[in-house]
């Protein structure tokens, strides 16, 4: 077959290594990934997983330009090796919520006029209160040591002064809880280590308000001198010098974050970082909006699979109970012939007493057991009334 006339289905599934072969090398991978709508970069990672070579950068140029390009084959399919795959479009991104969009500008144009403070008489009265938590532990950690002194096996870490890097991360938190307050969000947790959770509409979301780290290459006491806490840090990362805020509460497919720059601040993103957080209260809703409706379907499935499986019982039942009266029928007959059979030898035999009954009294007994017996005494439709009665529980 021409790779040319190789057809690209939009829902491609159940793809042969020897298929996808020959549609790498057929067109670029840009648009054979766009074709199938998936990225470049998973469609790499298909060919890898099945062995499947493709044409190298420059390939497609060089072809192009009438350059000589190499082709490789494919290679036998090693054990461990599927065989075949499945390619499954990436789902699109929502459409932007439009109550969502509308929180956000609000919001933004709410907070266009805050500042991150130049100093600490301004702060936040949260902020205000972590630098209160810290002389007081500070003085703690003092005392604890002139108390202790003495004791050459232990003494208490002195905790030292908030570093530049604290302070200007409280400066900024302070920016951003004023932010939130006014654009009519909550402050719900507030603790010193940045990891803070705000109460937008109905809604909790949490937001980390952090140092972006990096690995350092300076000894462990060295890189842990920027901050006052490096306990509420991982060990042998240190400082960038930059600010992280992100939004940790799953939204919409997303979790925002914003890291500084040297051209780009914190302070210069405060709009759009409120105006994300005011509209996650939409985002949320319409979450959990989707999720009751999920919910909802789930339970009206579990309820339509119970209902058919009950009815599935009461079925399986009536035709058991059609099959029991089938089958007393035919004990029925099978008596009555034997009984015929009995009232010959017995009127040989004479009517004699036999425990206290006539003979003819203990066939016409057996008789009338085995005229019980017959399902149709009351007509076809008595049995199927009778066998209509049954229920799940009966």
């Given at each position: ?154 003494t208490p870490r002195l905790l030292p002064d908030l570093?530049i890097r604290d302070l200007y991360r409280f400066r ?223």
């Amino acid at each position: 077959m021409n790779m040319a006339d190789i057809p690209v289905h939009k829902k491609l599934r159940h793809v042969s290594r020897e298929e996808l072969f020959a549609l790498v090398w057929q067109r670029p991978m840009s648009r054979l990934a766009e074709e199938l709508e998936i990225s470049g970069n998973g469609l790499a990672k298909i060919c890898d997983r099945m062995d499947v070579p493709y044409p190298p950068r420059g390939y497609w140029a060089k072809r192009e330009a009438g350059k000589p390009v190499v082709a490789f084959k494919l290679p036998p399919r090693r054990d461990g090796i599927p065989q075949v795959t499945d390619i499954y479009p990436t789902p699109a991104k929502p459409a932007p919520l439009q109550e969502a969009e509308r929180s956000a500008t609000a919001a933004a144009a709410k907070v266009e006029a805050i500042r991150v403070p130049d100093g600490l008489d301004d702060l936040h009265p949260r902020v205000k209160a972590w630098i209160a938590e810290h002389k007081k532990q500070q003085k703690e950690r003092a005392q604890e040591s002139r108390r202790r002194r003495h004791e050459s096996w232990w003494t208490p870490r002195l905790l030292p002064d908030l570093t530049i890097r604290d302070l200007y991360r409280f400066r900024v938190t302070s920016a951003i809880f004023t932010g939130v307050e006014k654009a009519g969000g909550r402050i719900e947790q507030s603790p010193m280590t940045g990891k803070v959770t705000f109460k937008i509409a109905s809604h909790l979301v949490e937001c980390s308000i952090v140092e972006k780290l990096v690995k350092s290459l300076k000894p462990r006491d060295e890189t842990r001198t920027w901050t006052a806490y490096p306990d509420h840090h991982q060990s042998g990362l240190g400082s960038s010098g930059f600010l992280r805020v992100s939004i940790t509460t799953y939204l919409d497919g997303r979790q925002p974050q914003w890291i500084e720059s040297p051209k780009t601040k914190i302070g210069d993103l405060l709009p759009e970082i409120v105006g994300t957080l005011m509209a996650a209260g939409p985002i949320l809703d319409q979450q959990k909006r989707e999720r009751e409706e999920r919910e909802k379907r789930h339970r009206e499935e579990e309820a339509r699979r119970y209902e058919a499986r009950r009815l599935r019982e009461i079925d399986d039942k009536r035709w058991n109970k059609l099959r029991e009266l089938a089958a007393d029928l035919e004990q029925r007959d099978r008596l009555l012939v034997f009984l015929a059979e009995v009232e010959k030898r017995a009127f040989d035999e004479g009517d004699v007493s036999v425990g206290g009954r006539n003979l003819s009294d203990w066939i016409a007994w057996a008789k009338e057991r085995a005229e019980a017996l017959d399902p149709l005494r009351r007509g076809a439709a008595g049995m199927f009334n009778e066998i209509a009665r049954i229920s799940q529980w009966s």
